[in-house]
């Protein structure tokens, strides 16, 4: 892990790196949190991308992280900007000499994720402030309020992940951006599952699934693993906690 410091335009965007050890090139994943987040809260998945070889950064942004001063729920509609732009600081040091990424990351090779306020921003990322360098999204929990639902650009892969008892962000608006998706792309419903806390506490059934199928998910749309795309519906099976629509 390292940490980055950046700002655009006078936005402190301190990000948080997870990486893999070993030789090669690996995808970038940029990864947003939700309202009041952290990074480090959703260290167990990500650590858990990162071990299967990708590269992991994960700002927090200036008015809706945990511990900012100044906290403004509207400056999400900023975020997608902040995300492209952290995106393109990280992938410049694969051509800085002497940084510990140089040469070692997949510069054609991006996915952009994020849970709750975090989904919304990714969904932003693919609709009204689209990233062409985007490849795959994830979106946990999350809708296209304020994003909208006009996804544009070239096809990019596509995973939405919610619980069907969310009590923030209703299954009802994730389903209708999902459904709003042009592109292949698969929904992962967790019956019993709330806005995040059940399907983000390391250690429990429906982590390992949303880990897992993620994972899989990851492996699939940035490396282009054809094993990957078939273990997707086993990881999503495991254990009996949550159906997939698969239209990969």
């Known amino acids: 892990m390292r940490e980055l410091d950046f700002s655009r335009q006078g936005r ?23 309202l009041g987040g952290r990074p480090a809260d959703y260290a167990p998945l990500l650590r858990r991308w990162a071990a299967a070889g990708f590269v992991v950064a994960a700002p927090a942004y200036p008015h809706t992280n945990g511990d900012t001063d100044d906290y403004d729920v509207i400056d999400v509609v900023n975020q997608p900007a ?16 002497g940084d510990r990424f140089f040469g070692r990351l997949a510069t054609d090779r991006v996915a952009a994720a994020g849970h709750s306020a975090g989904g919304i921003t990714t969904v932003g990322l693919f609709t009204l402030a689209r990233d062409a360098r985007l490849d795959a999204g994830i979106v946990l929990s999350g809708n296209g309020l304020g994003a909208g639902t006009g996804f544009r650009g070239a096809p990019a892969d596509m995973l939405f992940v919610h619980g069907e008892r969310d009590e923030t962000v ?12 042009p592109w292949p792309k698969a929904f992962l419903s967790f019956p019993q599952g709330d ?5 983000l506490r390391d250690g429990g059934t429906s982590f390992d699934v949303l880990a897992g199928t993620t994972t899989e998910f990851l492996r699939f749309a940035l490396y282009g693993d054809p094993n990957a795309k078939g273990r997707i519906p086993k990881a999503a099976a495991n254990d009996g906690v949550a159906t997939l629509d698969d239209r990969l």
Request: charged content about 20%.
């Open 12 to 34: 402190a965007l301190k990000t948080t790196v997870y990486y893999p050890e070993g030789a090669g090139r690996f995808p970038l994943v940029l990864f947003s949190h939700g």
């Open 82 to 97: 902040d995300a492209s732009y952290v995106i393109g600081r990280v992938l410049a040091l694969d051509a800085r000499r």
């Open 170 to 181: 209703s299954y009802a608006s994730g389903k209708a951006a999902y459904d709003a998706v």
């Open 195 to 199: 806005h995040g806390t059940n399907l």
